[in-house]
């Protein structure tokens, strides 16, 4: 394992600053930012507070930290400005040299708006090195490392529709990632590990180019190969990404509780407080390299939804979650705990502890580290002191962050003793053969409950006699996410999550008047920022 440095990454937000045609000088945008402004920067963010630890660097092959930027680039600076994203993307290690031109983006012809004309590098033609080996050897010698590299893409695209390949398509358009050579090959400043163009508007454009610069990679350990593959799909993974509109991410605004809500596990992230195979995560991302800031064209990002759009949904091909009950002996007694044993290859988003076919505990998955989430984990999650004695089937669901489930297998055992009477079990449970249980949900939005496990969303919320099956949500007055006739509103103090009300005003609970104002509020505020944000995006 790569031993900590005092240091961290070493990033600069302006690089993803306008540039206005291509052909100009980059060199001057890659100043330095040092530790201490990175610290500084880290303490006042929005959302939970970053926490900056001791981290591995990313090393460029001179040893000094290396930035992954992507450029601000004109939608009409394409060929295919605008056209249908092609579902392709082709990974080229350059065997023998890339013969890279300056000009119009089309990937077709090798031809980006990228490389930079200066004294090293006089006309509009460049050469980019071939894939390499930490120690400088290609062609076959580097195949297990390229191999590893392509996996790595593949399965951190595979959610969505699009193929990627490292046989070049030989009609049609697609995007081209050279995962290859240095940035002085195109005339770029040797700190840089990748550039990508990202269109002025964020939409995703066709037919471009990105450019990771395998050979600038290295780490602290040099015998560390999987560290070091896993660093250059990191970058081709980002760098594809801009090309899709995607832009940098710092913060989740819930995701990754266990990490501080570190962006660290998604490959837009600038951050390494956390690493291991890096995903475009189902998570609402604050943007910013080193500190939070809105999103180029947006206030958040959220990867793998935006990716969604481009290219529509596809199968996951990483490992599902493995799940299973370390401390329970059938027949034996439930304690006041459960072990439970799961990991997942993309990580563990929840735990979740199953009785008599109900969820009554759950656990958030476990911090990632420098190698990602350890797999399996241990997790030990408490008995709710309010589980009835009963005879008690028990189940743990691993969940990964895209929902895949795993259960574990079933272990009977007794909590107490038998129940003999539905009376010592739960709202709405019947006893039968000394075991608690509810009869499977029923209940759709919207109809009337007094417990939540008759809802077959698991909520029943409101009060009194005027509760309502109703379902988690997210308040976004721009996307409602709740089903038809049914808005989103906040619940208690937060502005960000609440529950699927009625829409009209007939017939709701007080609870429900009361809560609406709250989600007015929450508009007039998206309102406001949503103003800021159209004005900061000026300067
Ligand atoms: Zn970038």
């Given at each position: 394992m790569a031993a900590p440095h005092a240091s961290i990454e070493v990033m600069n937000r302006q690089t993803c600053g306008a540039r206005p045609g291509f052909g100009r000088v980059l060199a001057a945008r890659w100043a330095v930012t040092a530790w201490g402004v990175i610290a500084m920067a880290a303490g006042p963010a929005l959302a939970a507070p970053a926490q900056v630890r001791s981290v591995t660097t990313t090393l460029t092959a001179d040893g000094v930290p290396g930035v992954r930027v992507s450029i601000d680039t004109p939608v009409t600076a394409t060929a295919m400005s605008y056209a249908t994203i092609s579902p392709t993307i082709y990974l080229e290690r350059c065997r023998g040299g890339c013969k890279v031109h300056q000009g119009p983006n089309d990937a077709r012809t090798n031809t980006s708006t990228i490389p930079v004309t200066g004294s090293q590098h006089p006309g509009l033609d460049f050469t980019v090195g071939e894939f390499a080996t930490s120690t400088g050897q290609v062609g076959t010698a580097a195949n297990n490392d390229w191999t590893a590299v392509v996996t790595c893409m593949k399965e951190v695209y595979s959610p969505f529709g699009v193929t990627v390949t490292d046989a070049r398509p030989t009609s049609g358009t697609y995007h081209e990632v050279i995962i290859a050579g240095r940035p002085q090959d195109i005339g770029l400043t040797s700190d840089i590990l990748g550039v990508a163009p990202l269109s002025n508007d964020c939409s995703p454009i066709d037919d471009v180019m990105s450019f990771t610069f395998a050979n600038n990679h290295t780490v602290a350990d040099a015998s560390d190969l999987t560290a070091r593959r896993l660093s250059i799909c990191w970058t081709a993974a980002q760098e594809s990404a801009h090309a899709f509109g995607l832009d940098h991410e710092y913060s989740?605004?819930?995701?990754?509780a266990a990490n501080g809500h570190s962006a660290c596990n998604d490959p837009m992230t600038y951050r390494d407080d956390c690493g291991g195979e890096k995903f475009f995560r189902n998570e609402i991302a604050n943007c910013g390299e080193v500190s939070s800031r809105e999103c180029k064209c947006t206030k958040t990002q959220n990867s793998h939804q935006k990716l969604l759009t481009v290219f529509g949904a596809g199968t996951p091909i990483t490992k599902p979650p493995s799940s299973r009950l370390a401390s329970l002996a059938s027949g034996g007694m439930l304690g006041n705990s459960v072990s439970v044993q799961a990991g997942a290859q993309r990580g563990v988003a929840r735990v979740a502890l199953y009785f008599n076919g109900f969820p009554w505990a759950e656990q958030l998955g476990v911090a990632f580290q420098s190698r990602g989430q350890p797999d399996p984990s241990s997790y030990n999650v408490a008995v709710p002191a309010s589980l009835p004695n009963s005879i008690v089937d028990v189940k743990a669901i691993a969940y990964d962050d895209l929902g895949v489930a795993t259960e574990s297998t079933v272990v009977t055992v007794t909590k107490g003793a038998p129940c003999t009477s539905a009376s010592t079990c739960a709202k709405g449970q019947k006893c039968e053969a000394g075991k608690c249980f509810w009869d499977p949900a029923v209940g759709e939005i919207g109809d009337s409950c007094s417990y939540a496990q008759f809802c077959k969303s698991g909520l029943c919320s409101g009060s009194g006699d005027d509760q309502l099956c109703s379902q988690n949500c997210t308040v976004d007055p721009t996307a409602d996410s709740c089903p038809d006739g049914f808005a989103c509103v906040a619940s208690g103090t937060t502005t960000t999550s609440g529950t699927c009300q009625p829409s009209d005003n007939g017939g709701c609970c007080s609870a429900g008047g009361q809560d609406r104002r709250w989600w007015v509020h929450a508009g007039l505020a998206a309102l406001v920022l949503g103003m800021v944000a159209r004005r900061r995006r000026r300067r």
């Open positions: 989740f605004v819930t995701g990754n």
